[in-house]
Nanobody, 122 residues
Framework: QLQASGGGLVQAGGSLRLSCAASGRTFTSYVMGWFRQTPGKQRERVAV???????NYADSVKGRFTISRDNAKDTVYLQMNDLKPEDTAVYYC??????????????????WGQGTLVTVSS
């Protein structure tokens, strides 16, 4: 129901835009988020956007990443600029009705998309 795309290989300093498209149901009233995970580490929250457009970012990506949503297309985006090797990870999109769940309780998030791999070379 959530389809993530846009990952790939990019050099440090480059940019990528990830997309997360909904299918089968609408997520326009949901809080949407992007998370990332590297082997051996816990999945971490990268950016969140509410249905009204309020955003929240991890400190590590502030000023470089921008989350946005197009409710007409029921799609959420993550524009990633000035990418660094430490941004290399599998990126996942997620949706939940509650802001506090998507920000504080990954284990209870209602919907997850499949991951898309982002690799940043130095």
């Amino acid at each position: 129901q959530l389809q993530a795309s846009g990952g790939g290989l990019v050099q440090a300093g480059g940019s990528l835009r990830l997309s997360c498209a909904a299918s089968g149901r609408t997520f326009t009233s949901y809080v949407m988020g992007w998370f990332r995970q590297t082997p051996g580490k816990q999945r971490e929250r990268v950016a969140v956007i509410t249905s009204g457009g309020t955003t929240n970012y991890a400190d590590s990506v502030k000023g470089r990443f921008t989350i946005s949503r197009d409710n007409a297309k029921d799609t959420v985006y993550l524009q990633m600029n000035d990418l660094k090797p430490e941004d290399t990870a599998v990126y996942y999109c997620a949706a939940d009705p509650l802001y506090r769940t998507i920000v504080t309780n990954l284990g209870r998030i209602a919907y997850w998309g499949q991951g898309t791999l982002v690799t940043v070379s130095s």
